[in-house]
Antibody, heavy 130, light 109 residues
Framework: EVHLVESGGGLVQPGGSLRLSCAASGFTFNSYWMSWVRQAPGKGLEWVANIKQDGSEKYYVDSVKGRFTISRDNPKNSLSLQMNSLRADDTAVYYC???????????????????????WGQGTTVTVSS | EIVMTQSPATLSVSPGERATLSCRASQSVRSDLAWYQHKPGQAPRLLIYDASTRATGIPARFSGSGSATEFTLTISSLQSEDFAVYYCQQYNNWPPALTFGGGTKVEIK
């Protein structure tokens, strides 16, 4: 069975750091883009970061650029999110998700595809407060 | 930046009735739109991608329609397990950008 399990959340002071992990099982981890998505209290879902199958491409929402780093360890089937310089508005439940998507070709033969985030973890809670 | 706006914020529906949820994009996203269901304390669930294609295992009572800037998610006959928050997500700029709407809460009337 396909599973994603997040860990590493907790209470941290503003300006502090935290590292989230996501353990994947039941599928070929290195075949998929992976994402982090968060939900602040009383708010909707917000995409945070993506990473390509081999880790060669990483993308972030503007609000976390320069502070958060997404990474993956394919032999260990693990996804991580290093969060530095945390702010109160980073308080949220953080979900990791599997992305059915990607691209192939280049130039005039470039093709991209996306079929959604089809597997999600249960989330880990990050609270930034003094 | 493409902004996704969902309406209404809350929809009160009786079990067995039809629910119609709207999602509007600030500019055309073609058919690059997905819908998700999210219940409190649970993982979000993919329902629809490419505006109208149901994901694996999704019941036929869920249907999506629309293109460009106007999209609709219809639940034909609400079951008790369908009361949740629903989000649209555009992926016209994928990779990498993925933008969610603010969500519509479907509650029991």
């Amino acid at each position: 069975e396909v599973h994603l399990v997040e860990s590493g959340g907790g209470l941290v002071q503003p300006g502090g750091s935290l590292r989230l992990s996501c353990a994947a099982s039941g599928f070929t981890f290195n075949s998929y883009w992976m994402s982090w998505v968060r939900q602040a209290p009383g708010k909707g879902l917000e995409w945070v970061a993506n990473i390509k199958q081999d880790g060669s491409e990483k993308y972030y929402v503007d609000s976390v650029k320069g502070r958060f780093t997404i990474s993956r360890d394919n032999p260990k089937n693990s996804l991580s999110l290093q969060m530095n310089s945390l702010r109160a508005d980073d308080t949220a439940v953080y979900y990791c998700s599997r992305v059915i998507g990607g691209y192939y070709g280049s130039g005039s033969d470039y093709n991209r595809y996306y079929y959604g985030m089809d597997v999600w973890g249960q989330g880990t809670t990050v609270t930034v407060s003094s | 930046e493409i902004v996704m706006t969902q309406s209404p914020a809350t929809l009160s529906v009786s079990p067995g009735e039809r629910a119609t949820l709207s999602c509007r994009a600030s500019q055309s996203v073609r058919s690059d739109l997905a819908w998700y269901q999210h219940k409190p304390g649970q993982a979000p669930r993919l329902l629809i991608y490419d505006a109208s294609t149901r994901a694996t295992g999704i019941p036929a009572r869920f249907s999506g329609s629309g293109s460009a800037t106007e999209f609709t998610l219809t639940i034909s006959s609400l079951q008790s397990e369908d009361f949740a928050v629903y989000y649209c997500q555009q992926y016209n700029n994928w990779p990498p950008a993925l933008t969610f709407g603010g969500g519509t809460k479907v509650e029991i009337k």
